[in-house]
């Protein structure tokens, strides 16, 4: 081992907008790199560590410090960690900068309309029914990132172009990115 | 990076048998080795990914649950983890022993009447005054574990005596602990 600490990569945006697709792709592409790299789910994690916990502003907001505190303990041991989370609000970001070491704010910018054209959980028709309570995006606020570190479009763009925009984006930034030995 | 995945030394036992004391000397000398060393202290836990679980049969579990998520996430990395947490049932155990890999059973054995007498957090007086209900040892039980991986025993030896013992037991296994690149 270097010592180094890895990257956390927190990939943020509407539930549909390409987050965790984004994240797995970038993930692989560093694994073949041979660097260690660890992947967190929000929608994982609910199961997990923020079982329980519901979608109220403060609850979303134990839902991002829960992953920022294992972000911290993965990523100061060397690993990278790229996070896919909602992470709807403007506090929630600038917590994240103060707290965690090697922070990248990537903004997965994808317009609602196409959201919830894709649905791919169902969840906005069933948020628009009215069955689904604080729902990003129909009944909960997205506000957007005002200073993501990128961002990226993934209405506009290709999975391939996205990761290598991101791995790009990295290359260029040898103080979070510096190669495992 | 070697891809070999680190172990999960999982240090059991009263409140105040000495579990964080150990594990904090065992981990400081795995670093001093070299290898990458991870703590996971209950305590600290419950303020943080396990904030809001109570001390109930089924949140407790809950508790090491989560832990053992944390623990996995760390050691599939290839960080050596040294969790500290009463884990008072024995179903507990049969849990950690089949859900994560590397796990290695640590009863840190100390007499209850030991544990109360020394009291370093004021909290056995505060369970016998009736304050704190489900107390491991006074008003909830602690299972003894029927199979451990080793038991040190804190009463009669010293800190170092039961931290050689562990860095030994660990030596002669060498499948859990093979040194990092």
Known sequence: MDGKPGSVLWFMGLSGSGKTTTARFVAEQLRAQGRRVEMLDGDELRETICKGLGFSREERFENIKRMAYVAKLLSRNGIDVLVSAITPYREMREYLRGQVPGYVEIYV??????????DVKGLYAKARRGELNHFTGISDPFEEPAHPDMTIFTASASLRQNGGAVLDWLDRKPRFMKAAP
Request: net charge negative.
């Open 109 to 118: 910018n994808c317009p609602l309309e196409e959201c919830e054209r894709r």
